[in-house]
T-cell receptor, first 114, second 115 residues
């Protein structure tokens, strides 16, 4: 069965520092991979997605993620974090078949120090 | 409205009562999903509607949970005889495309507290 692991529950970085959020997935075929962000009291917003092709995908708000099949990873990165990036980040994998539902990780909460 | 709308935004109920949560998806979106978000547990898939097809109910945790989608648009999630462990944020999402490539657009959720 598909699954997603986000090893870090909470990360704190200084404003202006680089960021990498880890995501590992379990899936038998080529996965559909997503990163969503949830600000406090808000719904989830799609940051970026990977279906095929170039393994480095660019998203909104200056985020990028790299698909590494050999490591079953899809880590999210940003070169310079802004205070407004403080939120919870969720990695997700497509459930497969004809369905559109996603399997989500438990999330990583990002705090940003001034 | 332009986005997915959910109501109520907050609901406090007593154990054993029934509750209904409503989701109004983006106009024209054929796929609709319900997820449950519990503290520290991420998002748990509950149910999926696609057009006029039979819904995928594989994520519903018990027979106290049910959902319907009328006219291919608005959906209602019903929880009967609520229990304290049902306390969570219930998120609804809709998608224009069927299958795993369509982007899910989420509402802001309905926070349910069972006393």
């Amino acid at each position: 069965a598909q699954s997603v692991t986000q090893p870090d529950i909470h990360i704190t970085v200084s404003e202006g520092a680089s960021l990498e959020l880890r995501c590992n997935y379990s899936y038998g075929a080529t996965p559909y991979l997503f990163w969503y962000v949830q600000s406090p009291g808000q719904g989830l917003q799609l940051l970026l997605k990977y279906f095929s092709g170039d393994t480095l995908v660019q998203g909104i708000k200056g985020f990028e993620a790299e698909f590494k099949r050999s490591q079953s990873s899809f880590n999210l990165r940003k070169p310079s974090v802004h205070w407004s990036d403080a939120a919870e980040y969720f990695c997700a994998v497509g459930a497969g078949g004809s369905q559109g539902n996603l399997i989500f990780g438990k999330g990583t909460k990002l705090s940003v120090k001034p | 409205g332009a986005g997915v709308s959910q109501s109520p935004s907050n609901k406090v109920t007593e154990k054993g009562k029934d509750v209904e949560l409503r989701c109004d998806p983006i106009s024209g979106h054929t796929a609709l999903y319900w997820y449950r978000q519990s503290l520290g547990q991420g998002l748990e898939f509950l149910i999926y509607f696609q057009g006029n097809s039979a819904p995928d109910k594989s994520g519903l945790p018990s027979d106290r949970f049910s959902a319907e989608r009328t006219g291919g648009s608005v959906s209602t999630l019903t929880i009967q005889r609520t229990q304290q462990e049902d306390s969570a944020v219930y998120l609804c999402a809709s998608s224009l495309a069927s299958g795993p490539t369509g982007e899910l657009f989420f509402g802001e959720g309905s926070r349910l507290t069972v006393l």
